[in-house]
């Protein structure tokens, strides 16, 4: 029987925001094995002088435990 555990991490982006979920399956893979999934909770955009600057992405991270 598998355990899965969920963390959640927010993690932004100058590009966008399929960079910002990839930066953060990239920054949790240097601590956590066995990811499985992420679920994008929810995305914002920041804007500066009526442009966007930057994308987030508030994701839960599925990994199962050894």
């Given at each position: 029987?598998?355990?899965?555990?969920?963390?959640?991490?927010?993690?932004?982006?100058?590009?966008?925001?399929?960079?910002?979920?990839?930066?953060?399956?990239?920054?949790v893979?240097?601590?956590?094995?066995?990811?499985?999934?992420?679920?994008?909770?929810?995305?914002?955009?920041?804007?500066?002088?009526?442009?966007?600057?930057?994308?987030?992405?508030?994701?839960?991270?599925?990994?199962r435990?050894?």
């Amino acid at each position: 029987m598998s355990i899965v555990k969920v963390i959640e991490v927010i993690a932004s982006s100058e590009k966008s925001i399929e960079d910002s979920i990839q930066k953060a399956v990239t920054e949790v893979s240097k601590t956590v094995r066995n990811i499985d999934s992420v679920y994008v909770k929810d995305i914002k955009a920041h804007v500066k002088d009526g442009k966007v600057i930057s994308y987030g992405a508030i994701c839960k991270v599925s990994f199962r435990v050894d």
